[in-house]
C-alpha cells in the first residue's frame, strides 16, 4: 500500500461487535473507509476495506481493544498521512455530554461513569480513544455523543412515570443512534422532503426510530439505556417491567445474568435460535427464523405508528442502518402494513435499492438514506479543530 502525504481526519465509530472507520480530506471527501465486523462472542473478526481488502482480522478471542491498535497502525495510518484529529462516537452522553466535546483525562473519565448504562459499547468506545492516544500522541481527539441529537425531547417525554427524584438523579429516556439521525435530517432537503414530520428507523445489529420534526428530533424509541424500544439483532427491546423482575427471580436474583441474556442472547438471535444477523435469517427456511422476521416486522410497525401518533402524523419514512438499507423484503413488508397511511410501495426501486422507495404517486413517500455517521463525526471535528 502507498503512503499518503496529505492530511486526514480519522472517524472511528466502535459498535457493540464492529468497528467502521473513515479517513476524510479537510474538506469532507472520503479517501478510505472499511469495516471491522464479527469481533467479540467467539466470532473471527472480518475485515473490508473501501479498496477491496477483505480478510479475517484477527482471532475468535479478540475483542476492540485488541483489533483496534492493529487496525489504527496497520491499516489505517499508512494510507493517512498526516492526522489532525480524531472523532469518536460515544454511544452514552448522560445529561452531562449534549455536544462534542475535546478528550481530556477528565472527559475520559466522564464517559467512563457512564459505562453502566451502556455496557455493551461504552467500552468499545471507550477502548478507541485509549488506542488512538496511544498511535497518534498529541493529536486532538473529539468524543461525538449518540445521546445529544435527543436532548431536546420534551421533559414529559424524557421523564418515565416513576416519582420525580429518579429523574433528577438521571433516570431518563436518554436516547440514541443520534449521530445517525444527524445525518438523515441533513440529508432532507436534498431528498425533496419538506420541513415537516419525518420517522426516521435506524435498523441494524440495534434498532431504534426517531420522530424528526422540522429537522429536531421530538420522540425516540429508545431509552434509558440501548436495550429499549424495537427488537434488535440481540436486544429485546420494549418489555413488561414484570417480565423483568420474573426473569430475575427464575436466575435466582442474578442480575448479570438476566443483563447479558438481554444485550446478547435476545432480540432475532434468541427468538430464532440461529443468528442475530437478518441476511442468515432471510436465507434460513427454518419456521424460527420466518417467525423471527415477522416479529421483528410486527414490532417495527408498532413503533412507527406511536412515532406519528406523537410528533402529530407523518410527511416522509425514511430507512436507514444494514437492514434498513439492504433488507428489500424487511421494506416490502414494512410499507405493505403502512399503505393505509399513504404509503404506495413501489417494488422494482425498492429491489433496486432506489433512493425512493414509493410511487410518485404515493400520497406519503418513504426513502432510503445510507447511515453515515462517520461523515458527522468528522464534521465535529473539523468544528472544534477551527
Not at 448522560?94 to 451502556?118: D, H, K, S, W, Y
Not at 439483532?233 to 417491567?241: A, I
Request: proline residues 6%; glycine residues 12%.
Amino acid at each position: 500500500m502507498t503512503e499518503s502525504t496529505h492530511s486526514s481526519l480519522l472517524a472511528l465509530n466502535c459498535g457493540s461487535s464492529s468497528i467502521k472507520f473513515a479517513l476524510f480530506t479537510p474538506d469532507f471527501e472520503r479517501s478510505f473507509s472499511g469495516l471491522v465486523e464479527a469481533i467479540g462472542h467467539g466470532q473471527t473478526p472480518r475485515l473490508k476495506t473501501s479498496t477491496g481488502e477483505t480478510m479475517e482480522f484477527g482471532g475468535p478471542d479478540q475483542g476492540h481493544a485488541e483489533v483496534l491498535p492493529r487496525l489504527i497502525n496497520d491499516i489505517i495510518l499508512p494510507r493517512a498521512g498526516e492526522i489532525s484529529g480524531v472523532g469518536h462516537r460515544i454511544v452514552h452522553g448522560g445529561e452531562r455530554f449534549n455536544a462534542p466535546v475535546r478528550v481530556t483525562p477528565e472527559i475520559r473519565a466522564g464517559i467512563a461513569e457512564l459505562t453502566p448504562l451502556a455496557p455493551g459499547h461504552q467500552p468499545h468506545n471507550l477502548a478507541g480513544i485509549d488506542a488512538a492516544a496511544k498511535a497518534l500522541p498529541g493529536v486532538p481527539q473529539i468524543a461525538c455523543f449518540d445521546t445529544a441529537f435527543h436532548s431536546g425531547i420534551a421533559p414529559v417525554r424524557r421523564e418515565m412515570p416513576l416519582p420525580r427524584n429518579y429523574a433528577r438523579d438521571g433516570l431518563i429516556r436518554y436516547g440514541f443512534h443520534g449521530l445517525s439521525y444527524e445525518h438523515v435530517a441533513a440529508k432532507l432537503p436534498g431528498l425533496g422532503v419538506p420541513e415537516g414530520r419525518v420517522i426516521a428507523c435506524h435498523l441494524g445489529n440495534g434498532c431504534s426510530i426517531c420522530g424528526i420534526v422540522d429537522g429536531v428530533s421530538r420522540w425516540t424509541s429508545m431509552g434509558f439505556t440501548p436495550l429499549d424500544g424495537l427488537m434488535m439483532g440481540q436486544r429485546p427491546g420494549r418489555l413488561d417491567p414484570g417480565a423483568v423482575l420474573w426473569l430475575v427471580e427464575q436466575h435466582g436474583g442474578d442480575t448479570a445474568a438476566v443483563s447479558k441474556l438481554f444485550y446478547h442472547q435476545s432480540g432475532l438471535s434468541g427468538v430464532s435460535g440461529l443468528s442475530g444477523d437478518m441476511r442468515t435469517l432471510m436465507a434460513s427456511d427454518q419456521p424460527d427464523a420466518a417467525f423471527a422476521i415477522e416479529m421483528f416486522v410486527d414490532r417495527l410497525v408498532q413503533e412507527i405508528g406511536a412515532a406519528a401518533t406523537s410528533i402529530g402524523g407523518i410527511d416522509a419514512l425514511i430507512f436507514s442502518g444494514g437492514i434498513g438499507e439492504n433488507a428489500a423484503p424487511i421494506r416490502t413488508m414494512v410499507l405493505e402494513k403502512l399503505e393505509w397511511l399513504g404509503f404506495r410501495l413501489d417494488r422494482t426501486a425498492n429491489d433496486a435499492k432506489s433512493e425512493r422507495l414509493t410511487a410518485a404517486d404515493s400520497v406519503k413517500q418513504a426513502f432510503i438514506v445510507e447511515a453515515d455517521e462517520e461523515r458527522m463525526i468528522a464534521r465535529a471535528v473539523a468544528g472544534l479543530l477551527d
